[in-house]
C-alpha cells in the first residue's frame, strides 16, 4: 500500500485539529464564569488522589510491566514510560489540557488555557466539572488521567518499539487522540457528555481509548522476533506483583477522586473499586484452577486489574451489587480475552492491553447504566447510548492511533533492528542491564 507523504501525513493531522477546534465558536471566558468558594478538604483530598493517580504510573505501571518482560528487557519499559510520562505532561500544559477541558465545541475545546494560561495565581478560577476546588487542582488530576492512559498503550508494542518512537507517538497521541475523546465525554459542551453518556472515572476515555490504541499500535509494529514460537516468560513476577499493588492502591484516587470532593459518593466510589477487584482476583483465579488445577497470582493480580478496569466507569453510579456484577462478568470476559485472543489473530499485543483494557472497558461502561442507582446520582445514559460512546471511542481512537503512527514511522522510526532486538533493549537501547540478565 503507498502510503502518503511525511508532509501530507503531517498537514492531515493538524488539519484535522484545526477542523475540530474551528467547528465551533472558540470561547474566549473563563471555564466557570463566577468565581468559586473552594473548599479546603476536596481541594486536599484532590491533591492526594493526584498523587495517588501519578503513583499508578511512576512507579506502579513501571513495575507491573518490568516484571512481565525478559530480562534483557526489563529496564527499557521503564525508559519508555519515564520519558512518556514527561512528554505527555509538557503536551498537556501547552495545549492538551485546552483542547481536552474547555468549551470550545462538540468535538473539541478552544485555545483558552493554551500554556495553562489562567491556572496559576489568586485570580484562579473553578472549572464547572470540579466547582469547589481550584481549576489547578482538577488540571493535575487530569494531567495524571493523561499520563497512564498513554503509559497503558505502552504495554502492547513493549520489547521492539524504539524509545524516539515512544516520544513522538506519546505527544501526538495524547494531542490527537486523548484530548478530544475526553473534550468528548467529560467535558459538558462534548457531544458525548450531551447525550448522557456515563463514564464516571474513565472505562470509555482512559481504557477503551487506550486498548484500542495498543492494538492498532501492535498490529503496526509487527510483532516480536520468535512469538508465537520460542517461551517468552517474565522474569520476576514479583516486581510484578508489586506494581499490580501499587495499581490497586491508586487506583482508588483514579476512582474515588473523580467525585472531585470528599464526600458520601468518594466513599461509595472507593467501596465500589475494592469489591469489584476482589471479585475479578477470585474470579480469575477460579477460571485457572479450573482449567490448570493452580490458582496463579500473576493470573489473580491480572483479574483484579481487569475487576478495576470494568468498575471504573461505574464506580461512582453503582452499589456493591453493582460492583459485584461488573467484576464478575469481567474477569470471565478478559480471562476468555487474555487467554486466546493472541492466538486467534496472531497479533502481539505483547501485554495483553487490548485484550484487558479494551474488553475490560467495554464490559464497565456497557453495564454501568445497568446496574446504576439513582439513590446516588442521576442515571442519564442507556445501555444503548454507552454503547454508542464505547463504539465512537473505538473507532476513533483506533483510526487516528494509525494515523499518529504514520507520521511517527519516519520522524523516528518504529522498531529497533533485528540486532538491537536480540540483544535486548536495555543494552542496544539504554546501554544498561538488570543484574543477571
Not at 476515555?205 to 514460537?229: D, E, M, Q, T
Request: with cysteine; glycine share 12%; aromatic share 10%.
Amino acid at each position: 500500500m503507498h502510503l502518503p507523504t511525511l508532509s501530507a501525513r503531517g498537514t492531515f493531522a493538524v488539519a484535522v485539529l484545526a477542523m475540530l477546534v474551528a467547528s465551533g465558536p472558540v470561547a474566549a471566558q473563563a471555564v466557570a464564569a463566577v468565581p468559586s468558594v473552594f473548599n479546603s478538604g476536596d481541594t486536599a483530598w484532590m491533591l492526594v488522589c493526584t498523587v495517588l493517580v501519578l503513583l499508578m504510573t511512576v512507579p506502579g505501571i513501571m513495575l507491573f510491566y518490568s516484571g512481565m518482560m525478559r530480562a534483557k528487557n526489563a529496564l527499557s519499559v521503564v525508559a519508555h514510560v519515564f520519558a512518556a510520562t514527561a512528554v505527555v505532561t509538557l503536551v498537556w500544559a501547552a495545549l492538551g489540557y485546552s483542547l481536552a477541558f474547555t468549551p470550545g465545541n462538540g468535538l473539541v475545546g478552544d485555545f483558552s488555557r493554551v500554556w495553562s494560561n489562567g491556572l496559576i495565581g489568586a485570580s484562579v478560577k473553578a472549572h464547572t466539572s470540579a466547582p469547589t476546588v481550584p481549576e489547578s487542582a482538577f488540571f493535575l488530576f487530569q494531567l495524571a488521567f493523561a499520563i497512564i492512559s498513554f503509559a497503558l498503550v505502552i504495554g502492547a508494542t513493549v520489547e521492539r518499539l524504539r524509545l524516539s518512537a515512544t516520544i513522538f507517538f506519546a505527544g501526538l497521541w495524547t494531542l490527537l487522540v486523548y484530548a478530544p475523546v475526553a473534550h468528548w465525554v467529560w467535558q459538558p459542551t462534548g457531544w458525548l457528555a450531551a447525550m448522557g453518556h456515563m463514564d464516571f472515572a474513565g472505562g470509555t476515555v482512559v481504557h477503551i481509548a487506550a486498548g484500542i490504541s495498543g492494538l492498532v499500535a501492535a498490529k503496526v509494529v509487527g510483532p516480536r522476533k520468535g512469538f508465537g514460537k520460542e517461551p517468552m516468560v517474565p522474569h520476576n513476577l514479583l516486581i510484578t506483583v508489586i506494581g499490580a499493588g501499587l495499581l490497586w492502591a491508586g487506583w482508588f484516587g483514579f476512582n474515588a477522586g473523580s467525585a472531585f470532593e470528599a464526600s458520601s459518593r468518594a466513599v461509595g466510589a472507593l467501596l465500589a473499586t475494592q469489591v469489584a477487584a476482589c471479585v475479578g482476583a477470585f474470579v480469575w483465579g477460579l477460571c485457572e484452577y479450573m482449567q490448570h488445577g493452580k490458582f496463579g497470582v500473576l493470573g489473580m493480580a491480572t483479574g483484579a486489574i481487569a475487576g478495576l478496569i470494568a468498575v471504573t466507569p461505574a464506580s461512582g453510579y453503582v452499589g456493591v451489587v453493582g460492583a459485584t456484577s461488573i467484576g464478575f462478568v469481567a474477569a470471565i470476559a478478559c480471562y476468555l480475552a487474555v487467554t486466546r485472543f493472541k492466538a486467534l489473530t496472531g497479533i502481539d499485543d505483547t501485554l495483553d492491553v487490548f485484550a484487558l483494557h479494551w474488553v475490560g472497558g467495554f464490559v464497565g461502561t456497557v453495564l454501568t447504566p445497568v446496574f446504576a442507582l439513582k439513590e446516588i446520582a442521576p442515571i442519564t445514559s442507556t445501555v444503548f447510548t454507552n454503547l454508542t460512546g464505547a463504539l465512537a471511542v473505538t473507532l476513533f481512537a483506533g483510526a487516528m492511533t494509525y494515523v499518529v503512527l504514520l507520521i511517527v514511522r519516519p520522524l523516528a522510526g518504529l522498531r529497533v533492528t533485528d540486532k538491537e532486538e536480540s540483544l535486548g533493549l536495555d543494552l542496544a537501547q539504554h546501554g544498561e542491564m538488570v543484574a543477571g540478565s
